[in-house]
């Protein structure tokens, strides 16, 4: 996004949950429906192309297509069993409370859509608080306050340029390319999940630290040759964080390079041998940290779940996979002889992977899609080592997957961008260090 096109913090449209039939809502205090003020518990009902709002004694109030709830100031409004986590190991279901207006509409497959419209910085201290926990090091949030709005920023701005979805790039016989971006919204700027950002209402203790760090970089943006940064970010790199084109697009971002991740300087990986020995190495890096008292400080409870990040193991009998792999490609290729990395990234995150079967091949990508075909919900990254056991000479028995990192890899390292934080590094540093070329501007106050 072009810098001048912000000059006063803009209002988001945050798509909360989609494809409900019911939901159940609280009104924290009076919120205008259609002119007349009304609080407490209501159900959205979907039914014969029109959303029912019915009050707690079933009475119905409103049928519209579009229904919109503007709280009077200080109200907030409550949203039950919101999906997080969707299609990752994490997800769950949760209450949510939100400030700014509720925006429900019909889509086309007669299912509610809710939409919470904020304004952006309201916004980003719900997306800190949720990320990561709201009790990491000052500087850290401050940093991630400016990294998120950047990330916000260029997200919008692609969208209005309607950049073209990666189903049109044309491949070989036996190829499947693919990466995940903005093509699947179309009613609001960003979804509330991993897909975009974690968006999960208001932090425990509304303001406190995360308010705080968005309040003290309030309007200020990375920016490069004139536009917004697209500053992304993942959850532990490994110890080399990837560039741009191994997770999306075959481009270039200057900002968006593999850097490592600590004091010392690791050079790109290249080639399988070399990727397979960092791979099962544990070299000193930020995020190279099992600490549990640093962990806690700085991951939200369900992160912290995942207990090895930094270097881990996934094993699968050959049944099994081959049974993940036939309900996610939806191709058969008989039994699985082998999984053989063809182009890897410089943190040694595969982008192209051939999958070998007694009936044929399939070679797969991008990151993202690689993870989801070789496990139920997603492997933590596809830095990964694979390694057979047992079986005949023609077909393995087991397949082990030994991996670093989490995540796509790109960007900014949140684990490792903590830690610097709790080494006393400032957020200009950690977000120098990451988005290597970039500056800081404000452009609104």
């Known amino acids: 996004m072009e810098m001048e096109r912000i000059s006063a913090e803009p209002k988001i449209k945050v798509g909360i949950c989609e494809g409900y039939g019911e939901l159940r809502i609280i009104l924290n205090g009076l919120c205008d429906l259609a002119g007349r003020l009304v609080s407490g518990p209501f159900r959205l009902v979907a039914a014969e192309g029109l959303i029912t709002v019915l009050d707690e004694e079933g009475k119905t109030l409103l049928r519209q297509r579009e229904i919109l709830f503007r709280p009077t100031p200080g109200a907030t409004f409550t949203i039950g069993d919101v999906t997080i986590g969707v299609a990752f190991h994490w997800e769950r279901k949760q209450e949510e ?73 044309t491949l070989p016989a036996g190829e499947r390319l693919r990466w995940y971006d903005r093509e699947e919204h179309g009613d609001f700027d960003v979804c509330a999940d991993d897909h975009c950002q974690r968006y999960q209402g ?27 940064c697209d500053a992304r970010y993942h959850k532990a790199c490994g110890g080399l964080t990837e560039e741009f084109a191994t997770a999306w697009e075959d481009k270039k971002v200057p900002y968006l390079t593999s850097v490592a991740d600590g004091a010392i300087n690791y050079p790109p990986l290249h080639g399988e041998e070399g990727a397979s020995a960092w791979i099962l190495a544990s070299p000193p890096a930020y995020c190279n940290t099992c600490d549990p008292r640093t962990l806690e400080n700085i991951l939200p409870s369900f992160d912290r779940e995942t207990e090895s990040f930094f270097r881990w193991q996934v094993s699968y009998c050959r049944e099994e996979l081959e049974e993940i792999i036939a309900s996610k490609a939806g191709v058969a290729i008989g039994n699985l002889t082998g999984l053989v990395p063809l182009s890897r990234g410089p943190s040694g995150r595969i982008f192209r992977l051939q999958l070998l079967g007694t009936k044929g091949s399939l070679i797969v990508g991008k990151e993202l899609e690689i993870r989801r075909l070789l496990s139920r919900s997603h492997l933590l990254s596809s830095a990964f080592a694979v390694f057979v056991e047992g079986g005949s000479s023609r077909l393995p028995a087991r397949f082990i997957l030994r991996g670093a990192g989490w995540g796509h890899g790109v960007g ?34």
């Not at 201290?125 to 990294?147: D, Q, T, W, Y």
């Not at 949140?414 to 070329?437: K, N, P």
Request: glycine share 10%.
């Open 97 to 169: 409370t939100f400030l700014g207006d509720l925006r429900l509409i019909m889509t086309d497959d007669r299912k509610i859509t809710a939409i919470n419209e904020i304004g952006l910085e309201d916004y980003l201290a719900s997306v800190i608080s949720s990320e990561m926990n709201a009790r990491a090091p000052e500087e850290f949030l401050k940093a991630h306050a400016i990294m998120s709005r950047s990330w916000l920023g260029a997200m919008v701005s692609r969208e209005q340029k309607k950049t073209p979805s990666p189903a049109a790039v």
């Open 202 to 228: 208001l932090p425990e203790h509304h303001g406190g630290r995360a308010g705080a760090a968005v309040q003290a970089t309030r309007g200020l943006f990375l920016t490069s040759d004139g536009e917004i």
């Open 412 to 445: 900014l390292c949140q684990i490792g961008a903590a830690v610097m934080a709790t080494q006393g590094r400032r957020a200009e540093e950690i977000l120098g260090h990451y988005f290597r070329g970039a500056s800081l501007h404000k452009l609104y106050g």
